[in-house]
């Protein structure tokens, strides 16, 4: 569903022209394009373990193939994490499950709660990411390890042989672990340089929700949006990759050409651009996906056997200068779960004057999952997601802007939301 009104005046795909990413870089070669102005902006639930093994792929993807830096922010109940994320928190727990959902409780809200850093004054103290960082990328490390088992490497491919010479030094279940389980690093000096890069492009927060409570996506990512310290953002979704000319060329435009927003795939309305990769466990498909992981090679990942071509419209990754998605509003946090969100941040981008590039026949791959309520129709917001859209779409500019000014989050954030002319 992409919920795009009729009647009205806003394009429904860009408003500037399309650029060819191929023909940008080849066009570029002179002009370096570096990807430390960049952040990457996770938001995270673990409903099923697929779900964590494809952002092991996803981050493991923004490491090797990038120079940006990558938040993440991960929202979950104490069920869902003890579940589908096993290890993370302790993978060699000898507590009772009550006592390790304790433990686990006591930890997160210690330790790596995002609300405690936000009250503080300003400049923000980022030490309390320290502990939660830590724990994700050991066990990020420690998932990783498991990937070259299904896959043979060529002798060519002498960065992803160094890389997993890192990642079998990195992960040791011999040694001593943290308080929770977490297997300590080994780093030789031949990693250090490597470790070192990795872990400093992280930030991990961790918080619980009960059950019940919807995945609040919105609210994660704003507190993000505000936490940024680089010229651009990607609002980046969990379980999705993208060859790294995309990259490039959304940051091209966002730096060269004026743009203030990019989607680096085409529209539905020219075809079926989005990659739908199922069974990802089964070796041949696994293969194909760590080739395009590891190594920005999607020739054999993008075999009708290994997935379904279906379309792409709002979502799954959008690039955005940091100070224009503020001046616009952020994301609405009044939607909440899976809904309308993706079209209405769109919608309202262009009604306050911001200028959409989008990459022509250019491809998003999207890892595939068990979808719970939190990602269907089927949660509890759904309705109310639906009305608030049916209601904004009728808004004029002044209306938009006036209505975003009153939100609360607006406020918290000390945004000032206005037309992009007046910016």
Not at 55 to 72: D, E, G, K
């Amino acid at each position: 569903m992409t919920w795009f009104p009729e009647g009205q005046s806003v394009p429904p795909d860009c408003n500037l022209p399309r650029i060819d990413s191929a023909l940008s870089v080849m066009n570029c070669f002179d002009e370096k394009i570096d990807h430390k102005n960049l952040t990457f902006m996770i938001p995270f639930g673990g409903d099923s373990g697929q779900r964590f093994n494809n952002l092991t792929y996803t981050v493991s993807w923004i490491l090797l193939n990038t120079n940006a830096n990558l938040r993440i922010h991960i929202c979950d109940t104490k069920k869902n994490i003890a579940d589908n994320m096993p290890g993370w928190f302790g993978t060699h727990r000898e507590q009772s499950d009550s006592q390790y959902v304790e433990d686990l409780t006591n930890y997160i809200q210690n330790h790596a709660h995002l609300d405690d850093v936000m009250n503080e004054p300003a400049p923000v103290d980022l030490s309390a990411f320290d502990c939660a960082t830590s724990d994700f990328f050991t066990f990020f490390m420690y998932k990783v390890l498991e990937l070259p088992q299904l896959f043979s490497f060529s002798s060519d491919m002498n960065s992803s042989l160094s890389f997993y010479e890192f990642a079998a030094n990195y992960v040791d279940d011999s040694i001593p672990s943290t308080n929770l389980g977490i297997p300590c690093p080994v780093i030789t000096p031949n990693d250090a340089e490597l470790y070192n890069n990795f872990r400093s492009r992280i930030k991990c927060t961790v918080e619980l929700r009960e059950d019940g409570e919807p995945f609040h996506r919105t609210r994660y990512l704003n507190k993000m949006i505000n936490l940024a310290d680089t010229l651009y953002v990607c609002n980046h979704d969990a379980d999705i990759i993208l060859p790294t000319a995309s990259i490039d060329s959304s940051l091209r435009a966002l730096h060269s050409l004026g743009a203030d927003v990019v989607y680096p795939y085409e529209h539905a309305i020219n075809g079926n651009y989005q990659l739908r990769v199922f069974n990802s466990d089964v070796k041949e498909v696994s293969s194909a996906l760590i080739q395009a992981t590891f190594q920005n090679d999607f020739y054999k990942l993008a075999n009708p056997d290994h997935t379904i071509k279906h379309s792409a419209a709002y979502g799954q990754s959008i690039f955005v200068r940091t100070e224009f998605y503020k001046s616009a509003g952020g994301e609405n946090e009044q939607f909440k779960s899976w809904g309308a969100e993706d079209v209405e941040r769109y919608f309202r981008f262009i009604k306050l004057g911001g200028r959409i590039v989008r990459l022509t026949k250019s491809y998003v791959v999207h890892l595939e999952h068990p979808r719970g309520n939190d990602s269907s129709k089927y949660n509890p917001a759904f309705l109310k997601n639906e009305m608030l859209w049916n209601r904004l779409q009728d808004f004029s500019c002044e209306n938009l802007v006036d209505y975003y000014n009153n939100l609360e989050y607006v406020s918290r954030y000390g945004w000032q939301v206005s037309l992009s002319n007046e910016n």
